[in-house]
């Protein structure tokens, strides 16, 4: 068996976070007199060749002492051996993988590297970590063995989501060794119908009556034994008990007429006989420990301010089967859970003021290891709030955050109820972020907004480096918020956000990062793209320092949308499918990241006219926005991308449908900004579907204008927020024949377009200025209008703008052809285009010549994504009719298969529903 022995974590302390509590990695060290029990070892044995095995029985069946006795034994000398035993705060999946990670590390199992791009410090990815355990059992050519102890400690949703997976998806060699109490969390019943499952139950793991025999044999008469055997029905706690207390009690007589068939009044009756036979000092000692799960000596010493913690455990040791050494003799021992327990309440109902005071020096001891959770746990034990809002402040909200995660910083704040959370500025920022991270944006920002209330009314917080430090998360948090919601960070906080650069380059990599990464996105919204990417760079150092390619990742999908909006789309493509490349190399299945990816890059393709979109990714991503993490302009960018195509394929009933769910969402999670911008987009679609009245009924009843949308007139608006807004306004004006009220406002914002560089914009702003000077007579402005649009279309490559306005634009193309200089190769790109216009057309009048009714409704229904057996039923065929028609209608398009035939008949329904 390969073991590697390591006591500490400073070594590891670059990979592994501080808190990590390394004795939970290792066995329990087996006595040198415990009973060898061959035929449950031998038993054992045979789980080298199942995928699982459960040992289930109560507390005191000895399943950690057989686990650990058999390792010693182990025949398979090659293998590898990873431990953990399980706690309550364990039952968290990101906190059980990083454990499962460490305990495969010290085992040899695991190895990481700079390259891995594994963060297993602070905001961890489940799958990343999973995808990693399970490739480093796989790339060993040796069994792995695997034991997790006290394994009921995992709630059902945990052992799903970590367990079960790691099942799931199993190489051969890794080998599952569960000891618990209870294991109706975990679903082993595939491999049980596979053989795969090995099961040693509470009778299998009783002493027999030979076994007792050979451990009393130089004690007890024969017919004691045989007594001993009957009364305590060989539960193997009480036999070891009753062993080591006749190792000081000779009267066994007195001792066996005690005994009770009750194990749990046994169990306190033999602790009870074992404590008495002690010095009063050694029975404080033992109490003194009872509130610890795992005694390091040196933890010890500091909890009873005392020095001679080691000597004691050494003076005990003939209680070796009530107090087990972990790691090395000596070093870090624990209590058997029956003892301590008896020994807990012994301490609560004697001396509650010692009890208090022990879990206070606890909580400061794991305050100065920065283990954050234990620290505010025995905080609270001790019945002092106060220090654990002490603690949590003293070490700040963005460092915590990201030191921690977001896993560590809910447990905590678990632990403390709402009144203590309510008296800290910073516990209350804490709370906001994690409603972030659960889709409550507007709860966030009630949150934020009452940590600010408190923290100006708090005369505590005054100018030191403390409140500066909490001056800076305000800061930042601010900033953070206003990114999710939509809500435009306001002159003063931008500005007091940029003066704490110079305060957060004195901090670490990490909330160095975290600052220059907000600045990155806040400048992009404004339409700032040098400095945008200027922080970008300095966040991708700093996030690189650290080692955090997802952080990375995230960079590279701002500075993609940075040159999106500068109509770079070579560029922005590079940098999005380097973002989505290290999220699916690195991050497996993370649905959150590779939605961002997703968005983004569906916006960018359809702009450039290419439907080699995958159809899929675009039906799942309006439900994919609601359930994953996003901010403002992912969802603004994923709905307008989305209703877009839907209107093209499907058309506007279809498309303002996906509107529909879009706007109960954001009404659900109180983004205001966002339905403002939902009611534009389906203002947009209503024109151009030749709506007018509803859609002037719909700007009427939302109460917007355009000069809401200008900067600086105390709304300032992220770009691609006001181009949504302005061009479905002014779409509307043109609309209506107000063409010269619509050309005063796109000069406007066409300007202020070109003076950031937003080509994308200047585009559709330019095209909608040629319409509206060629509907209002002016035709050689009209021509001036086209010909600049031609040119930003043929330099970006974004052709959608012209292909949606179909051959509408024909003629007055043609008359820029002959009538304006342009480039050879903007002539090109304008002749590529009408011939995109003529063959739509051809196609159009193609697929309604062709296509059947019964066709055409089968072709409706798959264009929203049913499938062969939903058509069937919603049009009461059978499967083969439906694979016939199918059959014909690729014939007639001439296609070759069902994303082909939607995008060619979808022409035509759009056509129709116009």
């Known amino acids: 068996m390969r073991y590697r022995l390591k006591a500490d974590l400073s070594s590891d302390g670059a990979l592994f976070p501080p808190w990590l509590v390394p004795a939970k990695v290792y066995p329990p060290v087996p006595r040198v007199d415990v009973l060898i029990r061959r035929g449950l070892e031998l038993k054992l044995n045979e789980g080298l060749s199942r995928q699982a095995t459960i040992l289930r029985a109560p507390a005191g069946y000895g399943k950690s002492t057989l686990l650990s006795s058999w390792l010693q034994h182990l025949p398979c000398e090659a293998a590898a051996c990873c431990w953990l035993a399980l706690d309550e705060d364990d039952d968290d999946e990101r906190q059980l993988l990083v454990y499962l990670a460490f305990s495969l590390y010290q085992a040899g199992v695991l190895r990481l590297g700079e390259d891995d791009g594994v963060t297993l410090q602070g905001e961890v990815v489940p799958r990343q970590i999973l995808t990693l355990i399970q490739r480093s059992i796989e790339a060993l050519s040796e069994p792995v063995l695997l034991i997790l102890d006290d394994f009921e400690q995992l709630s059902g949703s945990t052992v799903r989501s970590v367990i079960q997976r790691l ?33 040693v139950d509470a009778a299998a793991l009783q002493f027999t009556l030979p076994e007792i025999r050979e451990l009393f044999a130089d004690q007890l008469p024969a017919g004691v034994i045989e007594d001993i055997y009957r009364r305590t029905g060989g539960w193997p706690v009480v036999v070891q008990m009753l062993r080591s207390a006749l190792s000081s009690e000779r009267d066994h007589d007195r001792l066996l007429q005690e005994l009770d068939s ?36 040196v933890m010890a010493d500091f909890v009873r301010e005392a020095t001679d913690s080691l000597a004691r455990v050494h003076q005990l040791k003939h209680l070796h089967c009530l107090i087990r050494s972990i790691s090395s003799p000596g070093e870090t021992v624990e209590l058997h859970p029956l003892l301590r327990d008896h020994l807990y309440r012994r301490l609560q109902l004697q001396a509650p003021e010692l009890l208090r005071r022990l879990h206070g020096r606890i909580a400061e001891w794991h305050a ?55 008296r800290s500025p910073l516990l209350l920022l804490l709370q906001a972020i994690i409603e972030v991270k659960d889709g409550m944006v507007f709860k966030a920002s009630q949150t934020y907004r009452s940590a600010e209330h408190l923290a100006v009314g708090d005369q505590s917080i ?9 001056l800076n998360d305000f800061r930042q948090i601010d900033a953070y918020l206003a990114i999710y919601s939509g809500h435009q960070i306001q002159e003063t906080s931008y500005r007091a956000l940029l003066d704490s650069t110079a305060e957060i380059d004195r901090e670490g990599p990490g909330c160095r990062a975290f600052h220059y990464n907000l600045l990155c996105v806040v400048h992009t919204q404004q339409g700032d793209f040098r400095s945008a990417r200027l922080y970008a760079r300095e966040a991708i150092r700093n996030f690189r320092e650290i080692g955090s390619l997802y952080g990375e990742s995230y960079l590279y999908f701002h500075q993609g949308d ?25 991050f497996g299945e993370d649905k959150g990241i590779r939605l961002i990816g997703h968005v983004l890059m569906l916006e960018l393709m359809d702009e450039l006219g290419r439907d080699d979109f995958s159809l899929s990714v675009l039906r799942q991503l309006p439900r994919e926005l609601e359930a994953r993490e996003a901010w403002f302009d992912i969802y603004l960018a994923g709905y307008c991308t989305a209703s877009n195509i839907e209107f093209r394929r499907s058309g506007l ?7 529909d769910k879009a706007m109960k969402y954001a009404d659900q999670q109180r983004l205001a900004r966002l339905e403002d911008l939902l009611v534009c987009q389906r203002i947009e679609l209503l024109v151009r579907a030749g709506q007018l009245k509803a859609a002037r009924s719909l700007v ?21 927020e006001r181009d949504v807004a302005a061009l479905a306004m002014c779409r509307l004006l043109f609309a209506e024949g107000r063409g010269r009220e619509a050309l005063v406002e796109l000069e406007y914002f066409s300007e202020d377009a070109r003076h950031q560089g937003r080509l994308r914009s200047l585009l559709r702003y330019t095209l909608l200025m040629a319409q509206a000077a060629w509907a209002i007579g002016e035709e050689t402005d009209a021509q001036g209008y086209m010909a600049e649009a031609l040119t930003l279309s043929e330099h970006t490559g974004f052709i959608r703008p012209l292909l949606d306005e179909g051959a509408y634009l024909d003629e007055l193309i043609t008359l820029v052809l002959t009538g304006q200089a342009l480039s050879e190769h903007t002539v090109q790109h304008a002749l590529s285009i009408q011939k995109r216009f003529t063959a739509a057309e051809v196609r159009d009048k193609s697929v309604t010549v062709t296509l059947s009714a019964r066709e055409q409704e089968i072709m409706t229904l798959l264009a929203v994504g049913a ?33 082909q035939a939607v995008m060619q008949a979808s022409l035509l329904l759009s056509t129709g529903s116009d």
């Open 562 to 586: 940075a040159s999106f909006a500068e109509g770079k789309s070579d560029s922005a493509e590079k940098l999005y499918r380097k973002g989505l490349d290290i999220a699916r190399r690195k």
């Open 700 to 720: 009427s009843d939302s109460g917007m204008k355009l000069a809401d949308y200008r900067q600086g007139d105390g709304k300032q608006a992220a770009w691609r």
């Open 167 to 199: 099942l799931r998806y199993a190489p051969e060699n890794l080998h599952l060794f569960v000891a618990t109490r209870d294991d109706s969390a975990l679903d082993v019943s595939r491999l049980e119908v596979e053989g795969a499952v090995l099961r």
């Open 262 to 297: 009750d194990a749990a009044t046994l169990s306190a009756y033999l602790a009870h006989q074992i404590l008495d036979g002690l010095a009063p000092a050694d029975q404080q000692f033992l109490m003194s420990l009872s509130p610890l799960e795992r005694v390091d000596c």
């Open 867 to 899: 499938s062969n057996k939903s058509i069937a039923r919603d049009l009461d065929l059978s499967e083969n009719t439906v694979r016939f028609h199918l059959k014909n209608v690729f014939r007639k398009l001439n296609v070759h298969n069902r994303v």
């Open 368 to 422: 100065r290891e920065l283990d954050l959770v234990n620290a505010v746990r025995h905080s609270v034990l001790a019945d002092e709030p106060d220090r654990a809002i002490d603690i949590i402040e003293s070490m700040g909200a963005i460092s915590l955050w990201l030191r921690e995660g977001i896993t560590r910083i809910r447990l905590a704040l678990r632990l403390l109820n709402p009144e203590v959370i309510g």
């Open 653 to 659: 009933v279809s498309a303002l449908r996906l509107l």
């Open 462 to 470: 005054r100018p030191s480096s403390a409140s500066g430090a909490l």
